[in-house]
């Protein structure tokens, strides 16, 4: 024996003894070898599985039948509270709670809800036909001051026989149409060769008087534009004048 073995041996008996490993057992796959099963085929439930779903069921109808024991509850404790009645328009109310229109009882009025539909008539349509009554008309109150108003506005004189023959060509008519007496003249502007004259104390008018001038012109006004002016403790007016010759 070699000086190795014996080391070994030595070795071997000294320590625990050796466990023996398993062998390797090889076993066939019958899985393979297994046919599918039947859909069609009857199922088995286990007593288990059916009271398991006995106790689900069950538990959801007691969870239905508390449910609905409360809405009873909360239903019953709304409909004990009084009903106001409530009216619109011309309804007239009864004590119940319904309205009552023309002899005819409608439904009752619920307080918490009201829903109401009123119509209003449309307006009838007036004319109205605005007449002046007969009489005499109100007059505009005149003004605080004295007011001239001169009639006509504008005047044509023909040169002759008017102005060649010195004849009073043109009448002119002066109105006080103020609140205050006016005092008049011929103005500083007039044309050479008018002139104007008036009888009495026409000079002085008074609120709402007229008074009548006499208006001439020369011989030496031949034809053209010419102007009249009238001055007045109001102001002052001029008055166009035109003079024609018909002999060309």
Excluded at 79 to 100: A, K, N, W, Y
Aim: glycine share 8%; net charge positive; hydrophobic share 35%.
């Amino acid at each position: 024996m070699s000086s190795s073995e014996q080391h070994s041996c030595s070795s071997e008996g000294e320590g625990e003894p050796r466990k023996k490993k398993p062998s390797l057992v090889i076993r066939p796959d019958h899985r393979s070898n297994q046919w599918p099963r039947d859909p069609l085929a009857p199922v088995h439930i286990h007593w288990r599985s059916a009271l398991k779903l006995g106790a689900n069921i069950a538990g959801v109808l007691i969870l239905l039948s508390a449910v609905i024991l409360i809405l009873t509850q909360v239903r019953g404790s709304f409909s004990g509270f009084s009903r106001t009645p409530i009216c619109v328009g011309d309804q007239l109310c009864t004590e119940q709670g319904t309205s009552r229109v023309g002899g005819a009882i409608s439904s009752p009025i619920a307080a918490q809800s009201v829903t109401a539909s009123v119509s209003f008539p449309s307006p009838p349509t007036v004319i109205v036909t605005a007449t002046r009554p007969a009489g005499p008309q109100p007059t505009a109150t005149p003004p605080p001051y004295p007011l001239l108003k001169v009639t006509p506005a504008s005047a044509t004189i023909a040169h002759y026989p008017y102005c060649s023959s010195h004849k009073v060509a043109l009448i002119i008519q002066l109105q006080n149409t103020g609140g205050q007496p006016l005092v008049w003249r011929k103005g500083a502007k007039t044309s050479p060769g008018f002139a104007m004259n008036v009888s009495g104390n026409g000079y002085l008018i008074e609120p709402g008087q007229t008074v009548k001038v006499k208006l001439s012109c020369s011989p030496n006004d031949i034809k053209g534009q010419y102007r009249v002016q009238i001055a007045y403790n109001g102001g002052a007016m001029s008055i166009p004048v035109q003079i024609t010759d018909p002999r060309g």
